[in-house]
């Protein structure tokens, strides 16, 4: 028997990165799982690299009609759910005096008001004893240079675990967050040239206590522990940094 036969798990953001390192290790541990993204040539992918017992979701973030059709999705295909992964999200980065209110604007609604109805929406399809995880990140403690609105967009999420986690208790669902340091997905080399890029991952490395960066695969540790075996932690949040926030 697998860790995870018979569980149901729903996790925005799945295509890429530790959102589908998370769903492979929860299909090999027997569970069912329902990703979601919005780059349909990118959910394909991960759907064939996960086979059967993953289904792949189109679906905005952004968009509150996306969100009440994914929960009515959820519903038919898995009944209720015992995990909630809120992944979905986007970086940015501007300088304070650079940042448009279109790109605040769009970092706030994917980052924070995404993640907020999707809970609410998801809510009522969570079974008793349930988990739920949000990614929120670094930046929310550190005054990094360059991500002001990014950060307070996580900064938007740790304060809704807290508050979540107390309105979902008496339902005996818990609500956290992993809080992800530098992690070797390959989002730096999509996002900036790549001189610019070679930089901040030096510069990343060299500032880490543990003079690297983190692996998907060290998320997928923390957001798993999280959901389904921190069974007397609610409302926290749980750095997979190599130190960067506490030393």
Partial sequence: MGKYDGRNVVITGGSSGFGLTTAERLVAGGARVLITGRTQETLDAARARLGDNAIAVRSDAASLSDIDELADRVKTEFGTVD????????????????????????????????????????????????????????????????????????????????????????RGIRV??????????????????????????????????????GKPEEITNAVLFLAFDATFTTGAELPVDGGGTQL
């Fill in 83 to 170: 995990a909630l992964f809120v992944n979905a999200g986007v970086s940015g980065f501007a300088p304070f005096e650079g940042t448009t209110e279109e790109e605040y604007d769009r970092l706030l609604t994917i980052n924070a008001k995404g993640p907020y109805f999707t809970v609410q929406k998801l809510a009522p399809l969570l079974n008793e004893g349930s988990g739920v995880v949000l990614t929120t990140s670094v930046v929310n403690v550190l005054g990094y240079p360059g991500v002001s609105a990014y950060a307070a967009s996580k900064a938007a999420l740790r304060s809704m675990a807290r508050s979540l986690a107390r309105e979902l208790l008496p």
């Fill in 176 to 213: 956290n967050a992993v809080s992800p340091g530098p992690i070797d997905t390959g989002i730096l080399d999509k996002q900036l040239p790549k001189e610019v890029a070679e930089q901040t991952k030096a510069h990343m490395r060299e500032n880490n206590p543990m003079l690297r960066f």
